[in-house]
């Protein structure tokens, strides 16, 4: 069942109002999809380049140190062996990808689950525009206390304009983003979600389908 939400200006003035889809901002709560989602989002973003050398790569001459038998000592063959200080690393970590498959439909439905619970909490805003007279940030910031935003929020516009770039970019409570860009963890770490009308026409016409 579709929802019908308020659309404001930029000086919290009633203009209008944008009906939503149900299926995308009227989704059922999915913890457990949306942990999973979390999950993946991160391991995906971790380098990997972890490194650590084995015998084969640590310094050190490749010949016998002495002879096997008969020296009183525990017979050895290499300086360069993992027994020995400096020596190799055996099974230590090596440089890899730590992505997994996750698939789209997964992602699509942690997505409306995070973007359902914004709006029964009340913490979804819907703007006619996002386009500022200034690329001051000081600016920027009455106008999110104006709209009562006073935590957190991600912003998301359908384009991103220049002035808002630059107006919000050393604002570290905000983050700005195309509606394409919008992921579940960004979701979860802003109190707040703002929206122009087009990203919400937007991300109903992607998650939708």
């Known amino acids: 069942m579709n929802a019908t939400v308020k659309v404001y200006d930029l000086q919290k003035k009633e203009v209008g109002e944008e009906p939503l889809p149900g299926e995308v901002f009227g989704a059922p709560s999915n913890r457990a999809l949306v942990h999973e989602a979390v999950r993946h989002y991160l391991a995906a973003g971790r380098s990997g380049t972890h490194d650590t050398k084995t015998r084969g790569e640590v310094a050190g001459a490749g010949r016998k140190l002495w002879k096997q038998k008969k020296t009183g000592q525990a017979r050895i063959g290499s300086i360069r062996s993992p027994l020995w200080r400096h020596g190799g690393t055996v099974h230590g970590p090596t440089p890899r990808s730590y992505d997994y498959h996750f698939s789209k439909r997964k992602r699509s439905g942690a997505l409306r689950a995070a973007l359902s619970q914004k709006v029964r909490e009340g913490r979804l805003i819907v703007l006619d525009s996002l386009e500022l007279g200034s690329h001051k940030t000081s600016a920027f910031a009455k106008t999110l206390d104006t709209l009562g935003v006073r935590a957190g929020a991600l912003i998301l516009d359908e384009?991103?304009?220049?002035?808002?770039?630059?107006?919000?970019?050393?604002?570290?409570?905000?983050?700005?983003?195309?509606?394409?860009?919008?992921?579940?963890?960004?979701l979860l770490k802003y109190d707040y979600l703002v929206m122009t009308t087009m990203a919400a026409r937007k991300l109903a016409e992607v998650l939708a389908s």
């Open 159 to 186: 384009p991103v304009g220049r002035n808002l770039e630059l107006a919000a970019r050393n604002m570290p409570r905000c983050k700005v983003v195309r509606s394409a860009s919008v992921n579940v963890v960004d």
